[in-house]
């Protein structure tokens, strides 16, 4: 007589090993959950609510490019490298999220921008998100260079002020702005070109030591600030007071180092960051460093609340904010 053989006979039942919501699940068969999904959407000829027009590109890391309506032929106009949020390890350039809330921001800002895919934890942790970031910011400024040895993109080479060069991210993307303004302080970018400005929107900073209010609720270990570091970047030298990630820790190099002349923070009243925030502000006068600062803390809002919901009026105001800081020579 045969025997009947239930299916957990073949396949061992799938567990969950690592929980890091409300970013992602690992599970034991390694397949890795985002809770947070964030699935391909093309870009658009114009966008009809904004204007705005966007671009995929095939470099590496690839990139999404959106441009504002033009006046004329030849107008020239600032450019924005965007770094999107998502703690290293969710979010995408190409998500339909980043899609809405970055034709706003081309729009209010009359910019390009040029928005980074960089890798994700865990199929690639921390630092390739770093080195792709910075060398999707040399490409976007080896554009200036008379012989290159790539094909430049025509709305860069025909539109970007390379006079007007910006750095910008969300959150973990904030993060990797501040860094690569860094790294440009001792690693000279191509056409020796300068960042005009760093925008940091609720930077993603941590560290072992408390900083305000009840930003440590419970143990380090157990603050989801910690465990996101420790599952991106395991290897990090000095773990959680590594200087990428605790710019103001001890032993960090002075924050007068970041090589651009013109800085905006901007952070929302009731996000756990905000303390973070605040003290990199601090820290950033105390080091004298040498440049306009504007800072922007928006009351009654939450996380990153200008990027799902970019209609709103706090989002328009913190974008009338940007606009101004990047347009005012």
């Known amino acids: 007589m045969a025997t009947l053989l239930s299916s957990s006979n073949f396949c061992a039942e799938k567990k969950l090993i690592f929980d890091l919501s409300p970013f992602l699940k690992i599970y034991n068969d390694d397949t890795v959950h985002r809770l947070v999904d964030s699935p391909y959407v093309p870009p658009l000829h114009r966008d009809p609510v904004t204007g705005v027009s966007s ?132 690693d000279p970018l191509p056409g020796n070109l300068k960042i005009k400005g760093l925008i940091a929107n609720h930077p993603y900073f941590w560290g072992s030591i408390p900083i305000g209010g009840n930003e440590f609720e419970a143990e380090l270990e157990k603050t989801l600030g910690y465990r996101v570091w420790e599952f991106v ?33 901007s952070a929302a009243e009731n996000d756990t960051l905000k303390e973070r925030a605040v003290a990199y502000w601090k820290k950033v006068k105390e080091c004298r460093w040498r440049g306009e600062m504007e800072t922007v803390e928006v009351a009654g809002e939450d996380h990153c609340f200008h990027i799902f919901d970019p209609e709103s009026e706090n989002s328009k105001f913190l974008f009338r904010k940007m606009a101004s800081f990047v347009n005012s020579r």
Not at 108 to 132: F, G, W
Not at 237 to 242: K, T
Not at 254 to 264: Q, T, Y
Request: aromatic share 10%; charged share 20%; hydrophobic share 40%.
């Open 55 to 186: 671009r995929d590109t095939v470099t590496v890391p690839p990139t999404r490019i959106f441009m504002p309506q033009l006046k004329n032929s030849d107008q020239k106009l600032p450019i924005l490298v965007h770094y999107h949020a998502g703690g290293f390890c969710v979010g995408s350039a190409f998500s339909e999220t980043d899609l809405k809330y970055l034709n706003h921001l081309s729009s209010n800002v009359n910019a390009i921008i040029v928005s980074v895919e960089y890798p994700l934890a865990p199929e690639r942790k921390l630092p390739a998100a770093y080195d792709d970031s910075w060398a999707a910011l040399r490409w976007v400024c080896s554009h200036v260079l008379g012989e290159a040895h790539f094909e430049k993109d025509p709305w860069i080479a025909n539109h970007a002020d390379f006079d007007q060069i910006f750095v910008i991210g969300d959150s973990a993307g904030a993060n990797i702005a501040h860094n690569m303004v860094m790294r440009a302080g001792s």
């Open 233 to 265: 970047y395991p290897e990090a030298p000095g773990g959680i007071d590594n200087p990428m990630i605790n710019p103001i820790g001890e032993g960090a190099p002075c924050l007068s180092r970041l090589a651009c002349s013109k800085v905006f923070f």
